[in-house]
């Protein structure tokens, strides 16, 4: 299962990736506004958006791209490492029900 993560906390990335794969999950952070992320985020099975620490552009351009293809987008204010271990175990927990 692959997850991008957007926004966040750079001090933080390493510890986000991994907590991602204790879980087996492999996690794409993009803590930073970048050119094309819409691309980079397109093949993945889930977004995971801390929206208190991404802009408005970067959070409207996945928001676009996981809309037409159909991926689903989970949104959290805080961005800490127990917020996205809190949603990944939702998320594996999810993913295992529909395989």
């Known amino acids: 299962m692959c997850v991008a993560l957007i926004g966040g906390m750079d001090r933080l990335e390493r510890n986000y990736i991994s907590e991602a794969e204790k879980m ?12 094309g ?7 993945v099975d889930a977004v995971v958006i801390f929206t208190n620490k991404v802009s408005h ?10 809309k037409l293809r159909n991926i689903p987008v ?5 961005c800490g490492i127990c917020t996205l271990r809190d949603c990944l175990t939702c998320l594996r927990a999810t993913h295992r029900q529909s395989a």
């Open 74 to 78: 989970f949104m959290y204010h805080s």
């Open 57 to 66: 552009k970067a959070k409207k351009e996945v928001m676009n791209i996981a």
């Open 24 to 35: 087996g999950i492999d996690l794409k952070v993009y803590t930073k506004s970048e050119t």
């Open 37 to 43: 992320i819409a691309s980079k985020v397109r093949n």
